[in-house]
């Protein structure tokens, strides 16, 4: 049972477009969704992250909105850039209590940015 | 920053090898994590712990176990390895509430 799906195995645009990335959940106990990033050749990191009190979170060039009622989420990526391309995770965790911080990954959609 | 580092970065053994994985990590985190990275399953749990001698099961146990010596060491020892469990293995550690801070992984190969 995937828990946490992300709906592309794969996606490529082009330099200057904005990619979307898209991920749902199934478990209402999640609250908080981190989306991480990995290079090949390198553990994942954290990118950016939203918690289910918020439809929307910036930083930069990325931008996760939140669905809660539709248990949907998405992460786009503006003005790609060739640097951008990667694989990216969805993640979710559910409240804090008794949840040791464990996350729950979904496959991964991998980024290319063509220039 | 954390600093999380695994060893050995490539192992190649036998089926019904014995294995052990080792992980570090130096800034003070309370949580570690050992993950196994396959095309089209994400990152999935094996085992965590929160602190020396600590353990929990994660969500693909099986053929594992794990030890945690001190808040710095996370090992995760394979005692009779299988062909499936060839995989990109990776630790990571984090304060309780935190983000997780991930080492460079462990490509292991079981023939």
């Known amino acids: 049972q995937q828990q946490v799906r992300q709906s592309s195995q794969s996606l490529t645009v082009w330099e200057g477009e904005t990619a979307i990335l898209n991920c749902s959940y199934e478990n209402s106990a999640f609250d908080y969704f981190p989306w991480y990033q990995q290079f090949p050749g390198e553990g994942p990191a954290l990118l950016i992250a939203i918690r289910s009190v918020s439809d929307k979170k910036e930083d930069g060039r990325f931008t996760i909105f939140f669905n809660k009622r539709e248990k949907n989420l998405s992460l786009h990526i503006k003005d790609s850039q060739p640097g951008d391309s990667a694989t990216y995770f969805c993640?979710?965790?559910?409240?804090?209590?008794?949840?040791?911080?464990?996350?729950?990954f979904g496959a991964g959609t991998r980024l290319a940015v063509c220039p | 920053e954390a600093a999380v580092t695994q060893s050995p970065r490539n192992k190649v053994t036998v089926t019904g090898g014995n294995v052990t994985l080792s992980c570090r990590q130096t800034n003070s985190h309370n949580y570690m994590y050992w993950y196994r990275q396959d095309t089209g399953h994400g990152l999935r749990l094996i085992h965590y712990?929160?602190?020396?001698?600590?353990?929990q099961i994660g969500d693909v146990p099986d053929g594992y176990k794990a030890t945690r010596t001190t808040q710095e060491d996370f090992f995760l020892l394979l005692e009779l390895a299988s062909p499936s469990q060839t995989s990109l293995y990776f630790c990571?550690?984090?304060?309780?509430?935190?983000?997780?801070?991930f080492g460079p992984g462990t490509r292991l190969t079981v023939l």
């Open positions: 990571a550690s984090s304060d309780a509430a935190a983000e997780q801070f």
């Open positions: 712990s929160y602190g020396a001698g600590n353990l």
């Open positions: 993640a979710a965790r559910p409240g804090l209590s008794g949840s040791f911080n464990k996350l729950t």
